[in-house]
């Protein structure tokens, strides 16, 4: 006998669950507080079903107890009450379960149904679309990849815990972190005052670092990376819009190895410089830095690529140079729109891979014509608001009369990093200082 397709299956239901959990509800009030931390309406298969269990929440919302009268009323108010089955059919509902005690699990069977249809519903969308040639392929992957991240976010189950369900948690994570000795709880970005203040990059928070051009935000964001890889040994992802990723070595070359960035360039090196060149590319070489270079990137290849990355490269920590470079496929929007959709795109993305994800941001022209010199602010990130309401931790590379320091003979150039806001800890200022000649940063004791 033939195996029967797809399109003649019943889709995943089952109706006992159904009428079970209604029934409960209808017997004990304080089951639709269980209840509505599994289900919707939409869960239920039966149209029937769905409409009665909506009328029981809009009595529950009301503050008006459920029962067989009051959600027949209900019905008949809203005129739903033929489509529900009619008071018969509500009637009969208390009759399939003698207690409400077993309503958490009518309710799961109930709703691991309502997921299953929804998965095949989505595989079929996404089947139909990978046979649509018009559509570009990165595309539908990006799409099936959100829809199923969403089907998960939208099923994580509402719960509540008492404090001494979780003081004893919480202990248990400080005597971890008491006995482990670690400095930080986060990722160290080599910057010890900075640390500090953050106790480390933190997982499934956006970071922001913001300067105007030429005051060295790659240069920073690549110091950092480093640092986590070849100090800490931890795995990092470096997607670079800006430059290629040979300039990009180059320059971790040059800042490893201590050597002037313009020997490196013209290739004039000494015997003393070319072994500190071999040794700097064999600890770049052994890093586990993964750097992305694509140019004119879509914002859909990047969370592709990142997805990719955590998973098979298992990295801890993602940075983005820089966020304004990322394109938007809602061409139709205005900038800041767009600008606005990549933020929050990033935002969700540091939270679905539970990595810390630092996107570094160009600020506003007006900040160089400040007279009190006092650097950038919150409202100077360029072209969206959002990127200020989005992020975790941001801060501001500014440096003080910056075209007096900044001369041929001034190399290692005073820099401040201004932590301007930290959604889970302090705001403060680090001194750092800009070595220009290996186009690096080092912390402040170097220039003491």
Do not use: W
Request: negative net charge; aromatic residues 6%.
């Amino acid at each position: 006998m033939a195996q029967s397709s797809l399109k003649d299956r019943i889709p995943p239901q089952n109706e006992d669950a159904e009428k079970a959990t209604l029934g409960a509800l209808l017997l004990d009030e304080d089951a639709v507080v269980t209840a509505i931390q599994y289900l919707r309406a939409d869960d239920f298969y039966s149209n029937a079903n769905g409409r009665i269990f909506k009328a029981i929440l809009n009595l529950f919302n009301s503050g008006r107890k459920a029962d067989i009268i009051t959600v027949v009323e209900e019905l008949r108010q809203s005129g739903e009450l033929d489509a529900a089955g009619g008071p018969a059919y509500v009637a009969s509902l208390t009759n399939v379960v003698p207690t409400s005690a077993n309503v958490d699990y009518y309710a799961g069977i109930v709703r691991d149904c309502s997921l299953r249809r929804s998965l095949i519903r989505v595989s079929g969308e996404i089947s139909l679309k990978a046979y649509d040639e018009s559509r570009d392929s990165r595309v539908v992957l990006e799409e099936t990849q959100q829809r199923i991240f969403d089907l998960t976010e939208d099923r994580q189950t509402l719960s509540f815990k008492s404090t001494k369900d979780i003081i004893p948690q919480a202990i248990e994570v400080i005597e971890n972190l008491y006995h482990s000795k670690r400095e930080y709880t986060g990722i160290p970005s080599g910057f010890d005052e900075l640390d500090t203040l953050t106790s480390g990059f933190q997982p499934a928070e956006l970071i922001i670092i913001g300067a105007r051009p030429s005051i060295g935000k790659t240069a920073l964001a690549l110091n950092m990376a480093a640092h986590i890889t070849m100090a800490r040994k931890i795995p990092a992802a470096f997607f670079t819009l800006e430059m290629s990723n040979i300039a990009l070595v180059l320059r971790l070359i040059s800042s490893e190895a201590n050597i002037k960035s313009n020997v490196l360039r013209t290739g004039h090196l000494n015997s003393g410089e070319f072994q500190k060149l071999m040794e700097a590319a064999v600890k770049i070489y052994d890093a586990p830095l993964y750097i992305v270079d694509m140019p004119n990137m879509k914002l859909l290849d990047l969370r592709a690529q990142a997805r990719r990355l955590r998973v098979q490269q298992k990295v801890e920590i993602i940075f983005i140079d820089y966020l304004t470079l990322i394109t938007s496929e809602n061409y139709q929007l205005a900038r800041h729109e767009q600008v606005a959709e990549i933020s929050r795109s990033l935002k969700s993305l540091a939270r679905e891979l539970n990595i810390p994800v630092v996107a570094l941001s160009q600020v506003r022209r007006e900040v160089e014509g400040k007279r009190d010199n006092s650097g950038p602010g919150l409202a100077d990130l360029r072209e969206s608001g959002s990127i200020e309401q989005d992020a975790d931790l941001v801060m501001f590379l500014h440096r003080e009369q910056a075209k007096k320091n900044d001369t041929p003979e001034a190399d290692a150039i005073p820099t401040e990093l201004n932590i301007a806001k930290q959604r889970n800890g302090p705001t403060g200022k680090v001194d750092i200082v800009f070595l220009k000649s290996y186009t690096k940063f080092a912390s402040r004791s170097y220039r003491d």
